[in-house]
């Protein structure tokens, strides 16, 4: 084993894996505290959010991690997932990603509705849209459910702090 890591290829490949996944981290880190912090709330163009609740599941499960694009209104489709900003009822004030079941152009309106709910969502109008979900982060949503389970944080966050 130790003729096995003495070997300058072996190390070389290990510092690679170890400084890529170092610097991937440093840089979500740094793009959350970004769109945080700053005004416009947006790094070129995209947003990163946590899904909270199972309202879209098997699609998005609990505390999947999502990357989201400002789009236009008139590209939206139905069927798109999308996050938007909740000003009514239990959606008030509430960051919502959940599926387009009906555009209506002439309005600016859409309704939406969670794969997983059965009635579909207030009317959201077009200035509530923060952009079309464009993929899920395996990675991150794979940490950030490790980190929100106590081994997990104490493991990954606490004793290598310590």
Avoid: C, W
């Avoid at 505290?33 to 699609?59: C, K």
């Avoid at 999502?66 to 004030?93: A, H, N, Q, W």
């Avoid at 009906?102 to 509530?128: C, F, H, S």
Wanted: charged share 25%.
């Amino acid at each position: 084993m130790k003729k096995l890591l003495n070997n300058k290829i072996i190390k070389t490949i290990l510092f690679l894996v170890k400084f890529i996944a170092i610097a991937i981290l440093v840089l979500y880190v740094f793009f959350l505290a970004l769109q945080r912090f700053s005004d416009n709330s947006s790094v070129m163009g995209y947003r990163v959010f946590t899904i909270a609740t199972g309202s879209m599941e098997p699609v998005y499960k609990i505390n999947d991690v999502i990357l989201v694009k400002e789009t236009d209104f008139e590209s939206l489709k139905v069927d798109d997932d999308i996050t938007y900003l909740g000003e009514v009822g239990d959606f008030k004030d509430k960051i919502v990603t959940h599926r387009i079941k009906e555009i209506n152009t002439d309005e600016g309106t859409i309704i939406t509705q969670g794969v997983a709910n059965e009635n579909p969502d207030p009317k959201v109008n077009k200035k509530q849209v923060f952009g079309r979900v464009e993929r899920k982060l395996m990675i991150f949503s794979f940490l950030t459910g490790l980190t929100r389970n106590k081994l997990g944080f104490y493991f990954l966050i606490f004793v290598p702090l310590v």
